[in-house]
């Protein structure tokens, strides 16, 4: 307990509500893992508290000018709601959204106070993914965890505590690499942060999720530009030790070497290398086709959000007159377009997808030229882990949806409180 001793100590002389804030943040990573109602609740008891203080305490958690930024993003999700084509399909994602206004406000004005609780929350998450990484090694040996939970596709992909839930990568990644470069950047466990990076990355390989472990890949590319030269030296070996153990997984898991190599670079090189080729003929080039005719349809303000699920509803078809337009053998079904930007145009339209790209470039231009002049490795980190969600062409999950959200919208404000303590 010496690890996170000093951040205990003065934990206990916070009081009550400030206990229960930090406990509520040091826990998400558990909350979100038993599932998206209790995560939720974790938000809400959050949102209670902070607007209590803004009325007791006079604590003015919307003195922020990231409050003209969400006004905006919820004012066009108020319209996206009034030309949705099924609004209670679309009601509690729209309607509901200023919980993360009041909760990343909330967060910005509470961290930065005291700098130690950016201590306690990290390390505790990076004990907690830590314990959640190793479980899917151990589930990836004998195929189920360590209280017998086995992974719907036991065989090229694991889930962990998160049983039928196969989003270990999409958590690893969002939480992992920001807690070690904080071990990394704030403490004197340097060589262990390092060391975890790497665990961190094969633990992403061994949960099969692809188009993560191509996102968390870049991150680490990305967090070279602000590693010293000591420490890469450092993380040399612990690469080549990664690179050994992908080697033997590929050769002794043929449904991990047919997952990742024939999947990718046979198909690949079957499509002459052609990017946009290569993804037509997956099944997320399917979903991404079906995405695209949608918008054609509806090009301003899209079919509303949560609605891409309704496209092949025949009702829903015949009510728009989808199937004269549409051939049914050329859908692709499914509960979103597996692709941020397509996801934006399909539901939202180009009124929303102007919006998400005005959002980019503000977030670019505000903070690029201070992540380089800082070169702070977790401010960094922070960035890329949140940049990573708008790569083009990969796919990714529904941003709107709650274990989505919540992950993006606490780095959001986790970003945002660090960059105070650093200004």
């Known amino acids: 307990m010496n690890f996170i001793n000093l951040e205990l100590k003065i934990f206990k002389q916070e009081s009550l509500v400030d206990k229960l804030k930090i406990g509520i943040l040091c826990f998400f990573p558990i909350f979100l893992i038993m599932g998206t109602a209790v995560s939720e609740i974790g938000v809400i008891i959050l949102c209670i508290v902070f607007i209590l203080e803004f009325f007791f305490k006079k604590e003015n958690i919307f003195n922020n000018k990231l409050i003209y930024f969400f006004l905006c993003l919820y004012?066009?999700?108020l319209i996206n709601l009034i030309f949705s084509f099924n609004i209670s399909n679309s009601i509690l994602r729209n309607l509901f959204f200023p919980k993360y206004i009041i909760f990343v406000l909330g967060i910005i004005n509470f961290l930065p106070k005291k700098k130690y609780r950016f201590g306690l929350i990290f390390k505790s998450w990076l004990m907690i993914i830590f314990v959640f990484s190793l479980d899917l090694f151990i589930q990836f040996l004998f195929g189920t965890n360590i209280i017998g939970i086995e992974s719907p596709h036991r065989y090229h992909r694991t889930s962990g505590f998160m049983g039928e839930e196969l989003k270990a990568?999409?958590?690893?990644?969002a939480i992992s690499f920001i807690s070690s470069c904080f071990i990394i950047s704030n403490t004197k466990y340097k060589n262990i942060g390092l060391t975890l990076l790497i665990f961190f990355l094969l633990s992403i390989f061994i949960s099969g999720d692809r188009s993560n472990l191509i996102k968390s890949l870049v991150v680490l590319i990305y967090l070279f530009l602000f590693l010293n030269k000591k420490d890469v030296k450092r993380l040399i070996p612990w690469i080549g030790g990664l690179v050994l153990i992908v080697f033997i997984v590929l050769n002794n898991y043929p449904p991990y070497k047919e997952r990742y190599i024939n999947k990718i670079f046979q198909d690949l090189s079957s499509n002459n290398f052609?990017?946009?080729?290569?993804?037509d003929n997956t099944e997320y080039g399917e979903i991404y086709s079906t995405s695209i005719k949608?918008?054609?349809?509806?090009?301003?303000?899209?079919?509303g959000n949560k609605n891409f699920r309704l496209i092949c509803d025949d009702g829903f078809r015949k009510n728009f007159a989808l199937e004269n337009e549409i051939d049914e053998k050329q859908l692709r079904c499914n509960t979103h377009p597996h692709q941020i930007y397509l996801e934006i145009l399909s539901e939202h339209g180009l009124f929303g997808f102007i919006f998400l790209i005005?959002?980019?470039?503000?977030?670019l231009k505000n903070n690029l030229n201070k992540l380089f002049k800082e070169k702070n490795l977790l401010l960094n980190c922070l960035f890329i882990t949140l940049f990573i969600n708008f790569i083009p062409i990969i796919p990714s999950g529904s941003f709107f949806t709650s274990f989505n959200a919540t992950l993006f919208w606490t780095n959001f404000s986790l970003f945002y409180s660090y960059k105070k303590i650093i200004n």
């Open 75 to 77: 004012l066009c999700l």
């Open 274 to 279: 052609n990017v946009i080729k290569f993804i």
């Open 294 to 303: 949608v918008f054609e349809k509806f090009k301003v303000f899209g079919i």
């Open 169 to 173: 990568g999409s958590l690893i990644l």
């Open 358 to 363: 005005i959002f980019l470039f503000l977030f």
